[in-house]
C-alpha cells in the first residue's frame, strides 16, 4: 500500500495500552473541529468531531478534549488495538463547519502488538 | 458502494501534459471539496463547490487548475501543463450542508509526473 506519512511525528504505543496524540490548531476563531484517521492507500476516515463550547466529547473507545486556551487538541484512544495504526490528523474550521476544513501535519500511530 | 468516488486513482504522465481527474460524491451531498496531499503533509484545501457554484478556491489553486461540478454533481479536476510539483494526491470529499463540518473522503488520485 501507498506510505502516507513518511515523516511525520510518530507514536508507538502497546497494544493494549491508551494512545493520546496532541494537535496543536492555528486559529483562535475556530469552532468546530474533526480528527481524522487515513490508512495507507485511504482517504481521511472521520473519527470525532467537537464544538468550541465543549471541552470534551466521548465516542466509542475514543475522547477528544479541547483546550481553547492554548489551541490544543488531544485524541484520546483507549485500549488500542493494531487497526488503529494509521496517520491521524486534526482539522479546524469556522462558522460551524462552513468554511473549509484546515488540517493539521499529522502523526503517525503505530501499534506494537 | 455509497460512497465517494476518485479517478484514475494513479495517473502517471509526463511534464507538460494535462490531466483531468474525475470525483463522484454521496449522492445527496451538496457540497463538493479538493484537497491535494503530498507524502507527509495533511491534505490541504484547493476549492470547493456548493451544488455547481464554486465558491472558494484556495491561492495554493494556479491558472494551470481548474475545476468544475457542471450539474452539481460530480466534479472534474483538470491541471495543465503539469509539472513536477503538482505531483501528489488529489482528495476529493463531500458533504451535506447542514452545519456540520464532516467530509467523507474519496480514495484519492495519486499524479506522478515525470
Known amino acids: 500500500g501507498e506510505n502516507v506519512g513518511l515523516h511525520l511525528p510518530t507514536l508507538s504505543v502497546q497494544e493494549g495500552d491508551n494512545s493520546i496524540i496532541n494537535c496543536a490548531y492555528s486559529n483562535s476563531a475556530s469552532d468546530y473541529f474533526i480528527w481524522y484517521k487515513q490508512e495507507s492507500g485511504k482517504g481521511p476516515q472521520f473519527i470525532i468531531d467537537i464544538r468550541s463550547n465543549m471541552d470534551k466529547r466521548q465516542g466509542q473507545r475514543v475522547t477528544v478534549l479541547l483546550n481553547k486556551t492554548v489551541k490544543h487538541l488531544s485524541l484520546q484512544i483507549a485500549a488500542t488495538q493494531p487497526g488503529d495504526s494509521a496517520v491521524y490528523f486534526c482539522a479546524e474550521t469556522l462558522n460551524s463547519g462552513n468554511t473549509p476544513l484546515v488540517f493539521g501535519k499529522g502523526t503517525r500511530l503505530s501499534v506494537i502488538a | 458502494d455509497t460512497g465517494v468516488s476518485q479517478n484514475p486513482r494513479h495517473k502517471i504522465t509526463k511534464r507538460g501534459q494535462n490531466v483531468t481527474f474525475r470525483c463522484d460524491p454521496i449522492s445527496e451531498h451538496n457540497r463538493l471539496y479538493w484537497y491535494r496531499q503530498t507524502l507527509g503533509q495533511g491534505p490541504e484545501f484547493l476549492t470547493y463547490?456548493?451544488?455547481?457554484?464554486?465558491?472558494?478556491k484556495s491561492r495554493l489553486l494556479s491558472d494551470r487548475f481548474s475545476a468544475e461540478r457542471p450539474k452539481g454533481s460530480f466534479s472534474t479536476l483538470e491541471i495543465q501543463r503539469t509539472e513536477q510539483g503538482d505531483s501528489a494526491m488529489y482528495l476529493c470529499a463531500s458533504s451535506l450542508f447542514s452545519g456540520e463540518g464532516e467530509l467523507f473522503f474519496g480514495e484519492g488520485s495519486r499524479l506522478t509526473v515525470l
Open positions: 463547490f456548493q451544488n455547481e457554484a464554486q465558491l472558494e
